[in-house]
Every structure is written in structure tokens, then in C-alpha cells.
């Protein structure tokens, strides 16, 4: 049982550490920057349903299958893999599941850690005051300047990146776990003084209704594919992030309450950022898909007319600068816990080759908002037509990788391990709920995973079907 083993690399102090750690790492950029600019672009509310269906469905059930293999496994996700195939009697390749975590993880941190730069940057530009009275043109310059010049976000994200390592070298006790302890309950609060600002706005309705009236005509084949990747994305998972966080997790803690308790708040924190943002968006006759600098360039503007807004813009670009580092410490963790078990490297060691290896792949980022912005590689496919390297980066890892891995972590945790096993590892005994959650991992996901896959890939057009937007 997996109470036997003990991970190498220590295990948290208790149940609230874990869920802090895990809610660290899933509040981050995926909820107050790209929740609202993907809503945006895919026209609201049917793309909010869709993606709270994903959340309830989906990611709650695959969460728990992660932190439950994590825990039973004790080890980095590769090597978790593989001995819980060999358990199982299956195959080692089932070690390339957790191969294919690692290479997500580096592939989103590279861009995780740029755009982190920009809040980095946003902090210093709140605080000199520079958003005060500011006009929806000033602020839309001002963000301009900012990602139009290469040497800046290789400064920034160098800062961030050195920011990251430094915590991850430190191991997964000191300073993470009393970071979000504070980081959580203090964004809370920022973000409802927001909507306040919101409510004020005159156009909070408008945004409400943008945000929660469905309108099936508006959601596209890819934009099901992006709803669903982006459950998977805001939640950390299907790369081995839980999974690892769950190796060091303690004996006993129900993973079903704390899964739920942490996919709860995650949602509660991109539900509040989009109600923010979209009352802004339309009281200043901006465009809700506007793209990636979307929040950059909606909130400079509640700042720059709400009293104290410079103190408040500067603390919230802070809060949001901690929740990315939060979660960018989870995104490098399954690379680093391998280098450290099987390379017998220290973790600072560790540290330094997984940070080098993303800070170069990051270079690709942020030369697709300045130098290669007209670079569209893959132009002659209709969805990625004016998509840069960041874009593409973007949709194949949290919109391919990361369903891809959860439909694995999924047949693994309900096909190939024994069902008492997982009896056992949930500690739920054969209750209703393990049926329902057993039911739901083993066809629900891969179900709803492989139709949205055929849908975009148009091998089975099931929005048409449906009468669906194309
Ligand atoms: N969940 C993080 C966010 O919403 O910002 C991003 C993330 C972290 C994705 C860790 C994947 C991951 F493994």
C-alpha cells in the first residue's frame, strides 16, 4: 500500500499544506489572464458553460485519479508511472505518459514565464503611477511598448525565471507552502473590490450577460477543443503537476474533498477576474476578443480612475506575479523531482538545467510579439491562419497535450490499475461516490475527450449534428 513508501523528497506538513500547494498551482495566469481573453474570443457564455461542464465532469474525477497515482507512486510522474505499470503487471511504456508531462511542463512554463514578465513589468508600471487617469488608448500603448520590445521581456522574463528556480532549488517545503497562504485569501479579495469597480461601471450587466447568456451559434468545433484544454490548463493537470504534488501528500487525507475543495476555488477565482474584466471591456467600447493582452489592457483603465488605484493596481499586478510563480513552481517540479531521483543531481543542480532549458525555449515567445509577430507557420490550416509560436505553443500543449494526457491518466488509473487498488488509495471504501467517480474516469472522459477531438479534426462533425456553429 502506499502508506509503505515515503517520497525522497519529503511530503507536505498536512492536508492544508497540499491544498494549498495544489491551489497554488492551479490559481495562476490560466484563471485572471486567459480565462476571460479565451471567453472573449469565443463568444462568452456557451464557452463558460462548456468549460464549467469540463471542470465538473472531467476535471474533479482526473484530479483525483493524479493525486491518487501520485500518492500511491511516491515518485516524480516517470517514475511513478513506471512502477505502477509494473504493479499492475502493464507495459513500462506507460512511462512515456509521464515523458510527455515533463515536455508539456517545460513547453508551458517557456511561455507561462513571458507573459508572467508582463505582470512583473505591470507592477512597476502601477506603481509609478503611470496608469492614473489613464484612457483606453494610453493604456493600449503602454502594454504596445511593452511587448514590441524583445530586450525588455527577455529582462523580465529572465527575472521571472530566476524568480522560479530559486524557489523550486529550496524544495517544496520552505516558502511555497506560506506563500499561498496568504496569496489566495488576499487575490480574493482584491478581485471582489474589482467587481466593485465593475458594478460601477455602468455596463456590469452587459458584462454578466456577455459572461453567462449561452449562445450555442457562437461556439465554434475548436472552440469545445479550447474549453476543454483549458479545464485541463487551469486545474494543472494531465502533465504530472497534481501528480507530483500528490507524491507528497501524507497517508489518509480524503483526495476527494480536497479535489473538489481546490477545483471550487480555481473556478470561483476566473469566475470573479471575468466579471471584472467584462464590464470594463464594454463601458470603454473595447473589443471582448482582443487577445492576449486583454487584461493588461482593461484593468490599467479601473486603476487609473478608482481611488487608490495605485496602490491597489500595484498590490494586484503582486498578487497576480504570485499566483503565476505558484504555479510555475508546479510546472518544472516532475522535471526536476526526476533529475534529482534518477541523476542523483542536488536540486539546485536540477534547478538550474530544467530553468536554462525553458528560458531558451521561452526566447520563442517573445519574439512572436515583436521580431516574428507576421511568422505563421502553419498558416494554411484555417484555425491557425494569423497564429504565431506563442499561439501554437499555446493550443498543442493545453489544447492537445494536456486532454491527451488526462485521457491516459484516466485509462490507467480505471483500466490498467486494479479497482481495488484504487478502492484502497481513494480511502472512499466501494461507496456511491467511488462508482460515480470510477463511472465518470472510465467512460465519461475518454468519451468526451476522443468526441472533441473528432469534432475539430472534422473526422465526425458532431456540431453540425447538433446544429452547432461550425
Ligand atoms: N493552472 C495554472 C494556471 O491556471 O495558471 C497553469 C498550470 C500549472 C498548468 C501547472 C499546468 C500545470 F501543470
Not at 23 to 46: D, H, M, Q
Not at 231 to 255: H, K, N, Q, W
Not at 269 to 281: C, D, E, R
Not at 372 to 380: C, G, I, Q, R, T
Request: aromatic share 12%; hydrophobic share 55%.
Amino acid at each position: 500500500m502506499g502508506g509503505k513508501r515515503e517520497s525522497i523528497h519529503g511530503v507536505w506538513s498536512g492536508r492544508l499544506a497540499f491544498v494549498l500547494a495544489a491551489t497554488g498551482s492551479a490559481v495562476g495566469l490560466g484563471n485572471i489572464w486567459k480565462f476571460p481573453y479565451i471567453a472573449g474570443e469565443n463568444g462568452g457564455g456557451a464557452f463558460v458553460i462548456v468549460y464549467l461542464c469540463c471542470i465538473g465532469i472531467i476535471g474533479v474525477p482526473i484530479m483525483m485519479a493524479e493525486v491518487m497515482l501520485g500518492r500511491r507512486g511516491r515518485r516524480s510522474p516517470i517514475n511513478t508511472m513506471r512502477h505502477l505499470a509494473r504493479e499492475a503487471g502493464a507495459s513500462p511504456h506507460w512511462r512515456w505518459l509521464g515523458w510527455a508531462g515533463v515536455a508539456a511542463g517545460f513547453l508551458i512554463l517557456s511561455y507561462y514565464s513571458v507573459i508572467a514578465g508582463w505582470a512583473l513589468a505591470y507592477v512597476w508600471r502601477s506603481a509609478g503611477a503611470m496608469f492614473v487617469g489613464a484612457t483606453s488608448e494610453g493604456v493600449a500603448s503602454i502594454f504596445d511598448q511593452l511587448v514590441t520590445d524583445p530586450e525588455r521581456l527577455i529582462a523580465w522574463h529572465t527575472l521571472f525565471m530566476v524568480m522560479t528556480m530559486t524557489v523550486v532549488a529550496r524544495g517544496v517545503r520552505s516558502g511555497l507552502e506560506k506563500a499561498v497562504r496568504y496569496l489566495v485569501p488576499a487575490l480574493f479579495v482584491l478581485l471582489i473590490m474589482l467587481n466593485g469597480y465593475a458594478l460601477a461601471s455602468g455596463a456590469f450587466d452587459q458584462g454578466l450577460e456577455f459572461l453567462f447568456t449561452p449562445d450555442f451559434s457562437k461556439l465554434s468545433a475548436n472552440g469545445f477543443l479550447i474549453a476543454l484544454g483549458h479545464a485541463f490548463f487551469t486545474l494543472s493537470l494531465g502533465m504530472g503537476a497534481i501528480m507530483v504534488y500528490g507524491s507528497y501528500l501524507p497517508e489518509r487525507t480524503s483526495i476527494a474533498k480536497t479535489s473538489i475543495t481546490i477545483a471550487f476555488l480555481d473556478t470561483l477565482v476566473a469566475l470573479l477576474a471575468g466579471m471584472a474584466i467584462f464590464p470594463i471591456v464594454f463601458a470603454n467600447g473595447m473589443d471582448p476578443g482582443a487577445g492576449a493582452g486583454l487584461i493588461f489592457q482593461t484593468l490599467p483603465i479601473a486603476f487609473g480612475h478608482m481611488a487608490g488605484g495605485v496602490v491597489f493596481g500595484t498590490l494586484f499586478f503582486v498578487l497576480l506575479v504570485f499566483a503565476a510563480w505558484t504555479s510555475a513552481i508546479s510546472l518544472i517540479e516532475p522535471a526536476v523531482a526526476w533529475l534529482v531521483e534518477n541523476h542523483g543531481m542536488t536540486r539546485v543542480h536540477a534547478s538550474v538545467v530544467a530553468g536554462m532549458i525553458t528560458w531558451t525555449a521561452g526566447l520563442l515567445t517573445v519574439f512572436s510579439f515583436n521580431l516574428w509577430s507576421d511568422f505563421h507557420p502553419l498558416a494554411f490550416i484555417e484555425i491557425f491562419r494569423t497564429a504565431t509560436l506563442f499561439d501554437l505553443l499555446d493550443y498543442l500543449t493545453a489544447n492537445i497535450m494536456l486532454p491527451l494526457g488526462g485521457l491516459l491518466i484516466a485509462v490507467f488509473s480505471v483500466w490498467v490499475m486494479q479497482r481495488d487498488d484504487s478502492v484502497q488509495e481513494l480511502d472512499m471504501g466501494d461507496s456511491a461516490g467511488f462508482r460515480l467517480w470510477y463511472f465518470l474516469v472510465r467512460y465519461v472522459t475518454p468519451v468526451a475527450v476522443i468526441i472533441v477531438f473528432l469534432n475539430v479534426t472534422k473526422l465526425v462533425n458532431f456540431s453540425a449534428l447538433l446544429g452547432l456553429a461550425e
